[in-house]
């Protein structure tokens, strides 16, 4: 049991570069999302999902995508990388619902010169 | 979403017990109160959650006001292990649409251990 991994662990990117941080878990959980941090902050939400299909917008969308085409699975594209993006990306995922635990992946680490 | 307030930072020393507070003011009554923590480098890590009542788990316990308007989470024994940023979250399970169960993470408890 794997629990949560993302891939890779650190990357550089050229501005104008796009990219796919994945994120996959083995827990068959149908919440999953994505978070990015950035130094000396709390996380903030990017965007969701309530299962195969379905995703949301959280309060920092701009510039990624997402889809979910499996329950597993989460990747979250730059679709054109800026500096402004340069931060600590984390995938969390969890049963829905407001009693569960929700578990978190080691991050990737992204740097965009 | 209803929001937390957490002090900045705290201090403890090694082996004592810690009070982490928070105020939730504007809890709903479906939401549950979470806390998780986070290492040095680390993703995030679950604490502890409660809905109404006082709960306890080999980490931790939570205290819930009863009025659900804060909420501590009490580190009976801190250790150099227990320094991390602790958040204090709420999560509805009844929102509506694709929004039940979003945990959104404001600033955070600084918790420094001293040896």
């Known amino acids: 049991n794997a629990g949560v991994t993302q891939t890779p662990k650190f990357q550089v990117l050229k501005t104008g570069q796009s990219m796919t941080l994945q994120c996959a878990q083995d827990?068959?959980?149908?919440?999953m999302s994505w978070y990015r941090q950035d130094p000396g902050m709390g996380l903030r939400l990017i965007h969701y999902?309530?299962?195969?299909?379905?995703?949301d917008q959280g309060e920092v969308p701009n510039g990624y995508n997402v889809s979910r085409s499996t329950t597993e699975d989460f990747p979250l594209r730059l679709l054109s990388a800026a500096p402004s993006q340069t931060s600590v990306y984390f995938c969390?995922?969890?049963?829905?619902?407001?009693?569960?635990?929700?578990?978190f992946g080691q991050g990737t680490r992204l740097t965009v010169v | 979403d209803a929001k937390t307030t957490q002090p900045n930072s705290m201090e403890s020393n090694e082996e004592e017990p810690v009070h982490l507070p928070c105020n939730h003011s504007?809890?709903?009554?479906?939401?549950?109160i979470h806390w998780y923590r986070q290492l040095p480098s680390q993703g995030p890590e679950y604490v502890i959650h409660?809905?109404?009542s006082n709960v306890n788990n080999r980490m931790a316990s939570l205290a819930i006001a009863e009025d659900r308007k804060s909420s501590t989470l009490i580190l009976h024994r801190a250790t150099l292990r227990d320094a991390a940023v602790y958040y204090c979250?709420?999560?509805?399970?009844?929102?509506?649409?694709?929004?039940?169960?979003?945990?959104?993470f404001g600033q955070g408890t600084i918790l420094t251990v001293h040896p």
């Open positions: 409660g809905l109404t």
């Open positions: 999902s309530v299962g195969a299909g379905i995703t």
């Open positions: 827990m068959n959980h149908e919440y």
């Open positions: 969390a995922s969890s049963v829905p619902g407001g009693g569960t635990e929700a578990f």
């Open positions: 504007t809890i709903s009554g479906t939401d549950y």
């Open positions: 979250i709420l999560r509805d399970w009844n929102a509506g649409g694709t929004s039940y169960g979003k945990l959104t």
